[in-house]
């Protein structure tokens, strides 16, 4: 097999090689700091660390961690290390819990998102013939923009619907003859059963190839469903506004997530003591990125749950993989002392025919003690096959095999979950 890099050189450079990149634009990544924001200065000072102290890799594990309590604290330009003027775009999050996440860009940093997108995007299978449906919402939020660039940068053509207006994404599609959509993976559902409910079939009647989802945590089970449903192939991309945006992974054919360690040195931490855990130990992601100027984050704590392994991969390429994102530490709930993720509740779901891609998992407090429920949409054959007692039996025995803990389940009326046009709410409390 030959070998179609975007960065032959990068993307297959021997580990030892990468380790020595890495550790000389870690020491100068922590000069920078230092010299330029007084923050950082403060942080290391307190720490007992200096830029001279940094002389391995594994010295990392002295420097403290930025959390995103620090980013609030510093909110919005407090922790950029350069000068205000050398800013040429600003990202946020959205800020659902407190003030929103602000990530400045200079010209460099703009160049090199592009390059990781175009390199994520690239490993995809996007090639300059494609034309890429633009499905992101564009606004503050990181993810159509990433999207914009990497691909410009690769030659295709960029369709820049934005997300929303569901019944036009079906008719740009259709006329446009998109063969890449880029959005969430619920979008991209929703989108599809709009499609059939107006007597398209999305396997069909459309160009589409290529699926380029992200910005939401989903099973494996759950990717299976949306490339069947579309009859595409369906890319993962991972990234924080924090970090760059998305462009932190490129997703191989092999459907492995290598890790853009030359610009994003990775680290898996136990997240209750913090101490660093070794390859293939599954523990909290902690990212540092290597060369971005505006706002360099170092030991940035994602919440994420991952592991990372080492080793060539069958595409060729040497950099680092991570596994996909567990959940993130905060939406892990413990009910009668089991530890949950909602994505291994939509895992079991995925395994029981007749029930949809549309579930919700009902979070309820009963004193100190959390209760779980799920809401299942059958497909309409089988809702209208009745008997529904027996596809609920089969869901509740489907989650049993895989939490050993009793969640009741309840089919509702097809179409009654709300749709959502960027990322799905799959837990309310109520
Ligand atoms: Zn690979």
């Known amino acids: 097999m030959t070998l179609e890099l975007w960065d032959k050189k990068i993307e297959s450079m021997p580990s030892e090689k990468l380790k020595e990149l890495q550790l000389k634009r870690l020491k100068e990544l922590i000069n920078r700091v230092y010299a330029n924001n007084k923050y950082y200065k403060k942080k290391l000072n307190e720490a007992k660390v200096k830029p001279s102290d940094i002389k391995s890799l594994k010295d990392i594990e002295k420097l403290p961690f930025l959390t995103k309590n620090d980013l609030r604290e510093y909110y919005p330009f407090g922790l950029v290390c350069t000068e205000i003027d050398e800013i ?11 003030k929103p996440v602000v990530g400045p860009y200079t010209r460099n940093d703009v160049d090199l998102w592009g390059e990781v997108m175009a390199r994520s995007l690239w490993a995809n299978g996007l090639r300059k013939n494609d034309r890429m449906q633009n499905s992101y919402g564009y606004g503050l939020f990181t993810g159509a923009h990433g999207f914009e660039k990497g691909a410009q940068k690769i030659g295709a053509m960029v369709i820049t619907i934005s997300s929303g207006n569901t019944k036009r994404q079906i008719d740009v599609m259709k006329d446009f003859g998109s063969t890449a959509i880029a959005c969430t993976p619920s979008y991209s559902l929703y989108i599809a059963e709009v499609a059939e409910d107006n007597g398209l079939d999305p396997k069909s009647d459309f160009n589409l190839k290529l699926g380029l989802f992200g910005a939401e945590a989903w099973s494996e089970e759950m990717r299976t469903n949306v490339e069947k449903r579309w009859g595409i192939t369906a890319h993962e991309h991972y990234g924080l506004t924090e970090i760059i945006g998305p462009g932190v992974v490129s997703e191989c054919k092999h459907k492995k997530l290598h890790i853009n360690a030359d610009h994003f040195y990775p680290e898996i931490i ?6 660093t855990l070794e390859n ?33 991969c069958e595409c060729g390429r040497t950099l680092p993989i991570q596994s996909r994102i567990k959940g993130r530490s905060d939406d892990m709930m413990k009910v009668k ?7 291994q509740i939509e895992a079991a779901l995925m395994q029981v025919s007749g029930v949809s891609d549309n579930y919700q998992i009902v979070k309820s407090k009963k004193g100190d003690m959390y209760e779980l429920s ?23 025995d489907e989650i049993y ?17 709300p749709r959502s046009t960027g990322k799905a709410k799959r837990v309310i409390e109520r």
Do not use: Y
């Open 374 to 396: 799920v809401e299942i949409e059958p497909t309409d054959e089988r809702w209208a096959e009745g008997h529904l007692d027996n596809l609920e039996k089969k869901a509740e």
């Open 270 to 275: 136990d997240p209750n003591t913090g101490e």
């Open 280 to 312: 293939g130990e599954e523990g909290e992601l902690v990212f540092t990125t290597l060369t971005k100027e505006a706002f360099p984050a170092i030991r940035f704590r994602t919440k994420d749950l991952a592991s990372i392994v080492e080793g060539k």
């Open 401 to 417: 095999s895989i939490l050993n803990l009793h969640v009741p389940v309840k089919a509702i009326e097809p179409k009654t979950i």
């Open 88 to 98: 040429v775009e600003v990202h946020a999050s959205s800020g659902t819990t407190g």
């Open 337 to 343: 002392g089991v530890i949950v993720f909602p994505s």
